[in-house]
């Protein structure tokens, strides 16, 4: 696993970079081969000597046989040098000449090219100090970059095969750098790149010493790079930003240019990450964070009162990260339905329909993460027969904390669409029974289906509110709530919660969930042999659906938090502004889309530890109910 098959094969886009073809050779001068021929070079030691032998006699065969520049070098002298025709290069004095345009042409692109590659790539890219320098820097900005976006080696090869295809200026550079490059290697002698420190060095010193001492000095023009970037940023930002008012927010807001609000939401988080050092004197925290709400607001276009919960849950710098991570999809997963076949024949299955996957992490073993497929994932035949279902890596997460047994009791109480139902059963190997609820009776169908798709036979589905399920029946083993929530985690998936989910929503939501929650403790037998177990779940990251709802069961019935046996995710909450929360509360556990590429979620795991409910709730309960209906 973790291989990618090769389905079809590449498209040769042109000649690898060791067996690309070298353009015509460059000669600085023609000192080196006379002195060659005139035995006049006394200090080379033996394996220079041999590679200096080589490279005059190339030279004096190349001086013998005149050679036409090839098409792309001609082209890329004819567009810096539009007067030049396609010059035959027959005589040293030319070669000579060609060499100084070869060079001036390559060191412009080159400077050029730096700069881009600076000016994208801020602190990677060490400063050029001369021309090798800069070569070099440049193949290892491009090598880096691609490291960082998770390259191979072949892929940049690719890349760079690609430019000579797409482009001649690159291949030109390319092969121009590569050609010195060479040059180096062969001949230190001629090289003056780093002559200083040769000077400085032994004679002796090893090819790997050299190289270790060169990188140490790039690495030296990177710190210093990215310092002076960071300096360069700090200054442009702090007390120079000037705060607007509401008036100016507005009609920035008509413009369809959000770069100024980009610039000022960065500047923004600049100040607050150090409020008391970068503040404008003249104005307070709130004064900033009101800005920068509207800023949020707008650039992400979230609702004022939503964005304002987010600010509260996150650290500043967090919250961008936070922000950034929602506009972006999560990978796709997929669950293997170990009630039909195991993780490793359906990974082998799909590799051969030439889909590329991995396993999840150490921490599944029934989870896969699809990078890319070349068939819908939602409709081979393997899905079909139901030996896996789409499903997010965070909803793998309640049902491990469930833990469900063999022949147990459970119910699901919230099930549709039932992705968490038939991983279920698929750990309780279809024994025992699984009571599949859900309100909604439409959605109830796709229960039904995927139940049956995936081989599920253990399972009742039925429909009730589970505010009410005590009376239909109690006396499980564990509970699954996976609740209806505002949906905060899954942004990405669905961006309308950012515009439509209001205070009342959220009202709505934490409200229906401590009822629910209340409900599926009073199903659960404490009495239960192997379980007495609640686990709570929600796709949402706001306080109010998730630590509030279970500081509120702690008070209310007689349970206590336990571990969920997730050893990732972050802690809960157990203080949060004004309010706090029972210190347990830090064994609930919180995912993030920026943190652990997941959809935002949170899981509790409750133990019941009697079926007493305690006396003073039901006059709470009342009290609780009452507010309820004012509210409706
Ligand atoms: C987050 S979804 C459940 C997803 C499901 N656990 C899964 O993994 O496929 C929440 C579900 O709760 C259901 N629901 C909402 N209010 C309910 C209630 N009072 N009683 C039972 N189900 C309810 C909704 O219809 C919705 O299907």
Redesign the pocket.
Known sequence: MGRKALFGEKQKSGPGRKARKQSDPVFPGLSIANDFKSGNIPTLKRKRKKNSKNKANKMVKSLSQPKQLKPEFESDVESDNASDETVRIGSPQSDIEESNIRRKVSKDKTTEKMKKAKKFKLSLVPVPEEESSEEDAEVETRNLSAVLEGESDSDVAMHETDSENGNNDMSFNQQDDEGEDEDRDENDVTSNEDSSDDEKSSDDELPIERASRKLQRKQKQIAKLANEELMETNVTNGPELVLPDDEEIKNELGASDLTLVKQRISDIIYILSDFSKRKDPNKSRTDYINVLTKDLCSYYNYNEYLMERLIELFHVSELKEFLEASEVERPVTIRTNTLKTRRRDLAQALINRGVNLDPIGKWSRVGLIIYDSQVPIGATPEYLAGHYIL?GTA?LLPVMALCPQENERIL??????????SHIAAIMKNTGILFA????TD?CKA?VGNLHRMGVVNSVVCS????K?TSVLTGFDRV?L????SGTGIISKDPAVKSNKEEKDIKHFSH?QK??ILAAIDCVDANSKTGGYIVYS??SVLIEENEWVIDYALKKRNVKLVPTGIDFGKEGFIKYREHRFHPSLNLTRRFYPHSHNTDGFFVAKLKKFSNIIPKSSSADGKRFVIALIREM
């Open positions: 499903q909803s699901d109480m919230c099930a549709a669409p039932g992705a968490k139902t609820n859900d309100i909604n959605r229960i009730h509110d589970g505010r399920f699954l996976d609740a209806p929530c229906l009822q629910l929600t796709c």
